[in-house]
């Protein structure tokens, strides 16, 4: 996506270096002081691309945060390639760590503090997974989580062990720069690109076709064959010592914050199993959750329609699903509220 057109008087912050690397976030301030809850918005990307200026930036979760009075914070993370998930998993905590400390609140106003009992994290497409990570490995804990058309919520599935068909993303990217891709070991945590996507978009979708998303994003040549061997429910028994962490839905537990997903019935990138699995965890460790799902919705939910629409296609029921997923964000949103109402 191309990069997006940003509200005005966001501020950018480092919260960690590694390996002389800056890894970054944005936030923006309500015109509300006091003590303020925050949201933190993870994008998507596939792993390995995408940015926190990236054109999916949620204005609608923007606006309201706005309006609620909530800190907005978009934030970066390590891509897959050289990086791993392993790596995410450490961000997300540092990000935690940067935002608890001393260094966040010496950039606010005076009259301005962060409630962190009241940090919400959202991730949509591959965020989810750190917005997930932070669920489980972060200090403080998150007071709750938003998930759209979220990836993370199962990684052992067949979904990600087997190749499987070009999604319909496919087709605008570019395969043969895959080699390059691969032989370049720069760290990268900012990949904003034009058009649909990046080049390093093609990582995702040559690991998908060839049944290795899995060696890709854990950097383990061999994985996706490995546990392809084993049953759904024995997988986690064969993943090596060093990547179990990185397997978050066997971390699951009761103590683990309130929880939304908005998925997409029609999605072919990250299926719906992937929210439907944890929404029904949750719900049997008691952990008050929500899933809302949209009937036809893709991958990307409204975005793809309003893109395809802006281009003079039209998508057969597309204005009902944009009209679906607006509802559903409200919903989403309404359940963020309450629970930072009631800490």
């Not at 390639?81 to 540092?94: L, V, Y």
């Not at 932070?134 to 759209?148: F, G, N």
């Not at 066997?250 to 439907?276: I, L, N, Q």
Request: glycine share 10%; charged share 20%.
């Amino acid at each position: 996506m191309p990069p997006a057109k940003l509200p005005e008087e966001g501020k950018t912050l480092v919260y960690s270096t590694v390996d002389n690397h800056e890894i970054k976030f944005d936030y923006w301030l309500p015109r509300t002081e006091g003590n303020l809850p925050a949201m933190i918005y993870y994008h998507g990307g596939g792993m390995t691309a995408g940015s926190r200026r990236s054109g999916g930036f949620p204005h609608w979760m923007y606006n309201h945060c706005q309006e609620k009075g909530y800190i907005f914070i978009s934030a970066d993370y390590r891509l897959c390639h050289p990086s791993n998930a392993i790596d995410q998993i450490e961000d997300a905590k540092a990000l935690f760590t940067f935002l608890s400390g001393p260094s966040f609140d010496t950039q606010l106003p005076q009259a301005t503090t962060l409630d962190t009992t009241r940090i919400a994290v959202s991730g949509f497409s591959a965020g989810a997974y750190s917005a997930r990570a932070a669920c489980l490995y972060a200090t403080p804990k998150p007071a709750a989580l938003l998930s759209v058309y979220g990836l993370g919520g199962h990684m052992l599935l067949d979904h990600w062990t087997t190749a499987r068909p070009p999604t319909s993303l496919a087709k605008f990217f570019d395969l043969s720069s895959v080699p390059a891709l691969l032989a370049d070991k720069t760290v990268v945590s900012d990949d904003v690109g034009e058009g649909l996507g990046t080049k390093r978009f093609a990582l995702t979708i040559h690991w998908e076709i060839t049944g290795t998303f899995l060696d890709g994003v854990f950097q383990r040549p061999g994985l996706g064959e490995m546990l392809n061997a084993f049953p759904v429910e024995k997988r986690f028994e064969a993943v090596p010592d060093d990547l179990k962490s990185g397997m978050l839905q066997e971390f699951v537990t009761r103590d683990y914050p309130p929880s939304v997903f908005v998925h997409g019935k029609a999605d072919e990138v990250v299926s719906p199993a992937e929210s439907e699995f944890q929404y029904e965890q949750l719900g049997n460790l008691g952990v008050a959750t929500e899933l809302i799902l949209i009937d036809n919705g893709p991958h990307g939910l409204e975005g793809p329609i309003k893109m395809r629409k802006a281009m003079g296609q039209e998508v057969e029921g597309g204005e009902k699903v944009i009209e679906d997923c607006m509802e559903a964000y409200q919903k989403a949103l309404v359940f963020i509220d309450g629970v930072f109402a009631g800490i």
